[in-house]
Protein backbone atom coordinates (compact mmCIF):
# COMPACT_ATOMS: atom_id res chain seq x y z
CA UNK A 1 0.00 0.00 0.00
CA UNK A 2 1.57 3.19 -1.15
CA UNK A 3 2.07 5.99 1.42
CA UNK A 4 -1.15 8.05 -0.34
CA UNK A 5 -3.13 5.02 0.02
CA UNK A 6 -2.63 4.83 3.47
CA UNK A 7 -3.40 8.85 4.18
CA UNK A 8 -6.26 8.46 2.71
CA UNK A 9 -7.58 5.19 4.72
CA UNK A 10 -6.47 6.79 8.16
CA UNK A 11 -8.41 9.80 6.69
CA UNK A 12 -11.13 7.71 6.17
CA UNK A 13 -11.68 5.85 9.47
CA UNK A 14 -10.98 8.97 11.19
CA UNK A 15 -13.79 11.07 9.80
CA UNK A 16 -15.92 7.92 10.17
CA UNK A 17 -14.77 7.90 14.21
CA UNK A 18 -15.55 11.18 14.82
CA UNK A 19 -19.35 11.04 13.20
CA UNK A 20 -19.81 8.03 15.48
CA UNK A 21 -18.70 10.08 18.47
CA UNK A 22 -20.71 13.11 17.42
CA UNK A 23 -23.72 10.92 16.72
CA UNK A 24 -23.51 8.53 19.73
CA UNK A 25 -22.65 11.16 22.83
CA UNK A 26 -25.11 12.84 23.13
CA UNK A 27 -26.94 9.67 24.52
CA UNK A 28 -24.28 8.72 26.10
CA UNK A 29 -24.19 11.88 28.19
CA UNK A 30 -27.75 11.49 28.51
CA UNK A 31 -27.03 7.92 30.30
CA UNK A 32 -24.37 9.36 32.34
CA UNK A 33 -26.61 12.27 33.47
CA UNK A 34 -28.95 9.75 34.19
CA UNK A 35 -27.41 8.12 37.00
CA UNK A 36 -26.26 11.67 38.63
CA UNK A 37 -28.34 13.49 41.55
CA UNK A 38 -27.85 16.63 43.32
CA UNK A 39 -25.31 18.62 42.71
CA UNK A 40 -23.87 15.86 40.62
CA UNK A 41 -25.98 16.65 37.65
CA UNK A 42 -24.59 20.03 37.26
CA UNK A 43 -20.94 18.50 37.50
CA UNK A 44 -19.30 17.84 33.95
CA UNK A 45 -18.70 14.27 34.29
CA UNK A 46 -17.85 11.96 31.13
CA UNK A 47 -18.20 9.07 33.45
CA UNK A 48 -20.32 7.87 35.66
CA UNK A 49 -18.97 8.23 39.69
CA UNK A 50 -21.79 5.64 40.77
CA UNK A 51 -24.44 3.96 39.36
CA UNK A 52 -27.69 5.76 41.41
CA UNK A 53 -30.56 4.24 40.06
CA UNK A 54 -33.02 7.02 42.16
CA UNK A 55 -34.05 8.88 38.79
CA UNK A 56 -35.09 5.83 36.94
CA UNK A 57 -37.43 5.10 39.89
CA UNK A 58 -38.75 8.25 40.12
CA UNK A 59 -39.53 8.10 36.70
CA UNK A 60 -41.06 4.42 36.43
CA UNK A 61 -42.34 4.80 40.14
CA UNK A 62 -44.61 7.52 38.87
CA UNK A 63 -48.50 7.51 38.57
CA UNK A 64 -48.62 8.27 34.68
CA UNK A 65 -45.59 7.36 32.87
CA UNK A 66 -45.79 3.73 32.32
CA UNK A 67 -49.23 4.45 31.51
CA UNK A 68 -47.70 6.91 28.92
CA UNK A 69 -45.14 4.31 27.82
CA UNK A 70 -47.97 2.16 27.00
CA UNK A 71 -50.15 4.83 24.74
CA UNK A 72 -46.77 5.30 22.90
CA UNK A 73 -46.56 1.59 22.38
CA UNK A 74 -50.58 1.40 21.23
CA UNK A 75 -50.47 4.14 18.83
CA UNK A 76 -47.02 3.51 17.20
CA UNK A 77 -48.07 0.20 16.58
CA UNK A 78 -51.65 0.76 15.46
CA UNK A 79 -50.48 3.39 12.94
CA UNK A 80 -48.09 1.13 12.04
CA UNK A 81 -50.35 -1.82 11.02
CA UNK A 82 -53.16 1.17 9.38
CA UNK A 83 -50.06 2.49 7.32
CA UNK A 84 -48.59 -0.76 5.81
CA UNK A 85 -52.23 -2.40 5.77
CA UNK A 86 -53.26 0.94 3.25
CA UNK A 87 -49.83 1.41 1.53
CA UNK A 88 -50.07 -2.39 0.17
CA UNK A 89 -53.00 -2.32 -1.05
CA UNK A 90 -52.39 1.57 -2.70
CA UNK A 91 -48.50 0.13 -3.84
CA UNK A 92 -50.27 -2.62 -5.84
CA UNK A 93 -52.79 -0.48 -7.37
CA UNK A 94 -50.00 2.29 -8.29
CA UNK A 95 -47.32 0.00 -9.48
CA UNK A 96 -49.56 -2.68 -11.31
CA UNK A 97 -52.92 -1.59 -12.42
CA UNK A 98 -52.42 0.70 -15.46
CA UNK A 99 -54.76 3.70 -15.45
CA UNK A 100 -54.54 7.22 -16.86
CA UNK A 101 -52.94 9.83 -14.17
CA UNK A 102 -51.11 6.69 -12.08
CA UNK A 103 -47.70 9.51 -12.08
CA UNK A 104 -49.69 12.01 -11.61
CA UNK A 105 -51.10 10.47 -8.71
CA UNK A 106 -47.68 9.17 -7.28
CA UNK A 107 -46.44 12.37 -7.22
CA UNK A 108 -49.34 14.02 -5.31
CA UNK A 109 -49.25 11.57 -2.69
CA UNK A 110 -45.31 12.01 -2.26
CA UNK A 111 -46.19 15.97 -2.37
CA UNK A 112 -48.65 15.77 0.56
CA UNK A 113 -45.45 14.71 2.85
CA UNK A 114 -43.84 18.36 1.82
CA UNK A 115 -46.22 19.94 4.24
CA UNK A 116 -44.99 20.60 7.57
CA UNK A 117 -47.26 19.33 10.29
CA UNK A 118 -47.84 23.23 11.43
CA UNK A 119 -49.32 24.36 8.26
CA UNK A 120 -52.49 21.36 8.73
CA UNK A 121 -52.56 21.46 12.52
CA UNK A 122 -56.06 24.14 12.66
CA UNK A 123 -57.99 21.46 9.85
CA UNK A 124 -56.54 18.48 11.37
CA UNK A 125 -57.78 19.97 15.03
CA UNK A 126 -61.34 20.71 13.48
CA UNK A 127 -61.56 17.54 12.10
CA UNK A 128 -60.61 15.18 14.83
CA UNK A 129 -62.64 17.50 16.91
CA UNK A 130 -65.41 16.40 14.61
CA UNK A 131 -64.98 12.74 14.84
CA UNK A 132 -65.00 12.88 18.93
CA UNK A 133 -61.70 11.79 19.20
CA UNK A 134 -59.99 14.40 21.06
CA UNK A 135 -58.05 13.49 23.74
CA UNK A 136 -57.90 9.61 23.13
CA UNK A 137 -55.17 7.65 21.26
CA UNK A 138 -57.27 7.29 17.91
CA UNK A 139 -56.92 11.01 17.39
CA UNK A 140 -53.26 10.62 17.28
CA UNK A 141 -53.46 7.23 15.15
CA UNK A 142 -55.41 9.38 12.65
CA UNK A 143 -53.29 11.72 12.41
CA UNK A 144 -49.68 10.44 12.36
CA UNK A 145 -51.28 7.40 9.72
CA UNK A 146 -52.06 10.44 7.68
CA UNK A 147 -48.55 11.71 7.70
CA UNK A 148 -46.89 8.14 7.09
CA UNK A 149 -48.96 6.93 4.38
CA UNK A 150 -47.02 9.28 1.83
CA UNK A 151 -43.64 8.10 2.67
CA UNK A 152 -44.73 4.20 2.96
CA UNK A 153 -46.75 4.20 -0.42
CA UNK A 154 -43.73 5.51 -2.15
CA UNK A 155 -41.57 2.88 -1.30
CA UNK A 156 -43.77 -0.15 -1.40
CA UNK A 157 -44.75 1.40 -4.69
CA UNK A 158 -40.97 1.70 -5.95
CA UNK A 159 -40.31 -1.96 -4.42
CA UNK A 160 -42.99 -3.78 -5.89
CA UNK A 161 -42.32 -2.09 -9.38
CA UNK A 162 -39.24 -4.52 -9.42
CA UNK A 163 -40.85 -7.72 -8.59
CA UNK A 164 -40.83 -10.27 -11.44
CA UNK A 165 -44.03 -9.58 -13.74
CA UNK A 166 -44.13 -13.24 -14.35
CA UNK A 167 -44.73 -14.20 -10.91
CA UNK A 168 -47.81 -12.15 -11.22
CA UNK A 169 -48.93 -13.40 -14.21
CA UNK A 170 -48.62 -17.06 -12.74
CA UNK A 171 -50.66 -16.43 -10.07
CA UNK A 172 -53.62 -15.08 -12.54
CA UNK A 173 -53.27 -18.24 -14.41
CA UNK A 174 -53.79 -20.28 -11.47
CA UNK A 175 -57.13 -18.32 -10.65
CA UNK A 176 -55.74 -15.65 -8.01
CA UNK A 177 -58.07 -13.18 -7.23
CA UNK A 178 -55.91 -9.55 -6.74
CA UNK A 179 -56.35 -10.12 -2.58
CA UNK A 180 -54.71 -13.35 -3.41
CA UNK A 181 -51.88 -12.13 -5.31
CA UNK A 182 -51.20 -9.00 -2.35
CA UNK A 183 -51.18 -11.39 0.73
CA UNK A 184 -49.80 -14.74 -0.52
CA UNK A 185 -47.60 -13.57 -3.67
CA UNK A 186 -46.55 -10.02 -3.02
CA UNK A 187 -46.38 -9.83 1.08
CA UNK A 188 -43.37 -12.55 1.50
CA UNK A 189 -41.26 -10.79 -1.03
CA UNK A 190 -42.02 -7.10 0.42
CA UNK A 191 -40.47 -7.91 3.98
CA UNK A 192 -37.23 -5.47 3.37
CA UNK A 193 -39.90 -3.09 2.76
CA UNK A 194 -42.16 -3.37 5.62
CA UNK A 195 -39.47 -3.68 7.93
CA UNK A 196 -38.20 -0.61 6.54
CA UNK A 197 -41.70 1.51 6.18
CA UNK A 198 -43.15 -0.04 9.38
CA UNK A 199 -39.95 1.24 11.70
CA UNK A 200 -39.49 4.31 10.16
CA UNK A 201 -43.11 4.56 10.89
CA UNK A 202 -43.10 3.38 14.49
CA UNK A 203 -40.19 5.71 14.83
CA UNK A 204 -42.00 8.58 13.79
CA UNK A 205 -45.28 7.79 15.94
CA UNK A 206 -43.31 7.07 19.12
CA UNK A 207 -41.15 10.54 18.77
CA UNK A 208 -43.66 13.19 17.57
CA UNK A 209 -44.36 15.72 19.84
CA UNK A 210 -46.70 18.52 18.14
CA UNK A 211 -49.82 16.28 17.71
CA UNK A 212 -49.68 14.49 20.79
CA UNK A 213 -49.25 17.80 23.26
CA UNK A 214 -52.44 19.50 20.85
CA UNK A 215 -54.78 16.28 20.57
CA UNK A 216 -54.66 15.15 24.14
CA UNK A 217 -54.94 17.23 27.24
CA UNK A 218 -54.62 14.32 30.10
CA UNK A 219 -51.70 12.81 32.23
CA UNK A 220 -53.33 9.56 31.31
CA UNK A 221 -53.80 10.42 27.22
CA UNK A 222 -50.31 11.61 26.69
CA UNK A 223 -47.79 9.23 24.96
CA UNK A 224 -43.62 9.82 26.42
CA UNK A 225 -42.72 12.59 24.23
CA UNK A 226 -45.40 14.62 26.01
CA UNK A 227 -44.63 13.14 29.09
CA UNK A 228 -40.85 13.52 29.20
CA UNK A 229 -41.76 17.42 28.28
CA UNK A 230 -44.11 18.39 31.31
CA UNK A 231 -42.00 16.58 33.79
CA UNK A 232 -42.04 18.52 36.53
CA UNK A 233 -39.73 18.86 40.22
CA UNK A 234 -39.87 19.96 43.29
CA UNK A 235 -40.74 23.46 42.30
CA UNK A 236 -41.90 25.35 39.75
CA UNK A 237 -38.49 26.97 39.09
CA UNK A 238 -36.75 23.56 39.33
CA UNK A 239 -36.32 21.57 36.29
CA UNK A 240 -35.89 17.56 36.71
CA UNK A 241 -32.75 16.74 34.49
CA UNK A 242 -32.13 13.75 36.25
CA UNK A 243 -35.74 12.33 35.79
CA UNK A 244 -35.47 13.92 32.20
CA UNK A 245 -32.75 12.06 30.91
CA UNK A 246 -33.44 8.42 32.65
CA UNK A 247 -37.14 8.71 31.16
CA UNK A 248 -35.44 9.76 27.76
CA UNK A 249 -33.10 6.57 28.08
CA UNK A 250 -36.19 4.49 29.11
CA UNK A 251 -37.99 4.89 25.45
CA UNK A 252 -34.62 5.24 23.43
CA UNK A 253 -33.16 2.33 23.75
CA UNK A 254 -36.22 0.16 22.26
CA UNK A 255 -35.50 1.87 19.15
CA UNK A 256 -32.38 1.41 18.70
CA UNK A 257 -32.77 -2.55 19.89
CA UNK A 258 -34.94 -2.12 17.13
CA UNK A 259 -32.74 -0.59 14.22
CA UNK A 260 -29.83 -3.23 15.17
CA UNK A 261 -31.95 -5.96 14.87
CA UNK A 262 -33.67 -4.91 11.58
CA UNK A 263 -30.63 -2.78 9.98
CA UNK A 264 -29.79 -5.34 7.15
CA UNK A 265 -33.71 -5.37 6.05
CA UNK A 266 -33.68 -1.18 6.74
CA UNK A 267 -30.71 -0.63 4.03
CA UNK A 268 -32.30 -3.54 1.44
CA UNK A 269 -35.88 -1.58 2.36
CA UNK A 270 -34.19 1.88 1.26
CA UNK A 271 -32.48 1.05 -1.46
CA UNK A 272 -35.27 -0.76 -3.40
CA UNK A 273 -35.42 0.43 -6.84
CA UNK A 274 -32.02 2.12 -6.57
CA UNK A 275 -30.43 0.59 -9.27
CA UNK A 276 -31.97 -1.02 -12.49
CA UNK A 277 -30.93 -4.41 -13.82
Known amino acids: MTANKM ?33 ALFEANYFPKAFDWANYKAVLGGATFPRNILNSVFVATTTVVFALFLAVTASYALARVRFRGRGLLLMTIL ?8 AVLAGLFELITYLGLFNS ?52 LLWPALVTTGLLAFIGAWN ?70
Open 7 to 39: LKSIAFYALVVVIVIFSIFPFYYAIVTSFATGT
Open 111 to 118: AVSMFPQI
Open 137 to 188: PFALILSYTIFTLPFTVWVLTTFMRDLPVEIEEAAIVDGATPWIIITKVFLP
Open 208 to 277: EFLFALTFTSSESTRTVPVAIALLSGASQQEIPWGPIMAASVIVTVPLIILVLIFQRKIVAGLTAGGVKG
